[in-house]
């Protein structure tokens, strides 16, 4: 069973950045896709980004699209989400989590995920 663990969350006020990082256990780290989620109180978890095994593929949803980046580095067992110009719509619980499935934005077709680091972007 992998573990997932995220830091790098906090407080920043708008306009702000932050990098989430989530190191995985394991040696078979390299062979999935990896997604970040986020879920705000009183909403469904969402999808935020995802990169393919090889870091070539990524995707976006579009509420993030030019602000934040995926990127992993399989050497070191570690995917971040680099995020800039926050707003105050981006609070909330953020997740890393392992694909099951390949490519997709699907919460059910994730089978691992990370305790959550919460982010707060303040106006």
């Known amino acids: 069973q992998v573990q997932l663990v995220e830091s790098g969350g906090g407080l920043v006020q708008a306009g702000g950045s932050l990098r989430l990082s989530c190191v995985a256990s394991g040696r078979t780290f390299s062979s999935y896709a990896m997604g970040w989620f986020r879920q705000a109180p009183g909403k469904e978890r969402e999808f935020v980004a995802l990169?393919?095994?090889?870091?070539?593929?990524?995707d976006y949803a579009d509420s993030v699209k030019g602000r934040f980046t995926i990127s992993r580095d399989n050497a070191k067992n570690t995917v971040y989400l680099q995020m800039n110009t926050l707003k105050s719509e981006d609070t909330a619980v953020y997740y890393c989590a392992r694909s099951a499935f390949g490519v997709s934005r699907r919460p059910a077709d994730f089978g691992s995920w990370g305790q959550g680091t919460q982010v707060t972007v303040s106006s």
């Open positions: 990169i393919n095994w090889s870091g070539t593929n990524t």
